[in-house]
């Protein structure tokens, strides 16, 4: 079975830091694109930000210039570093990824279970 663990969320002050971590674990052949979304209270599902597999990346347009999107390929990890945080990114941040556990498997998208990230004073 193929899971995403993800780490790093917690409170912070307006105008600080944070950096969030996924890493895939379980029988992995290739993962294609990986990414975050989060969900805030009383909100849907938003796309945050996509990284391929060839380190091309997307945004939301909420969070250009201050998150930014990496990943390792060695360690099937995905990293969302957060500057200048805002009250507004307040939630629930899911990692997600499409993995492939063999050569002749389909693709299947995978979500982490999620990691609350407060922004308050």
């Known amino acids: 079975q193929v899971q995403l663990v993800e780490s790093g969320g917690g409170l912070v002050q307006p105008g600080g830091s944070l950096r969030l971590s996924c890493a895939a674990s379980g029988r992995i052949f290739s993962i294609r694109a990986m990414g975050w979304y989060r969900q805030a209270p009383g909100n849907e599902r938003e796309l945050v930000a996509t990284?391929?597999?060839?380190?091309?990346?997307n945004y939301v347009d909420s969070v250009k210039g201050r998150f930014t999107i990496s990943r390792d390929n060695a360690k099937n990890t995905v990293y969302l570093q957060m500057n200048s945080l805002k009250p507004e990114d307040t939630a629930v941040y899911y990692c997600?990824?499409?993995?492939?556990?063999?050569?002749?498997?389909?693709?299947?998208?995978?979500w982490g279970q999620g990691t609350l990230v407060t922004v308050s004073s």
């Open positions: 990284i391929t597999s060839g380190g091309s990346t």
């Open positions: 997600n990824a499409h993995i492939r556990r063999g050569l002749t498997n389909p693709y299947v998208e995978v």
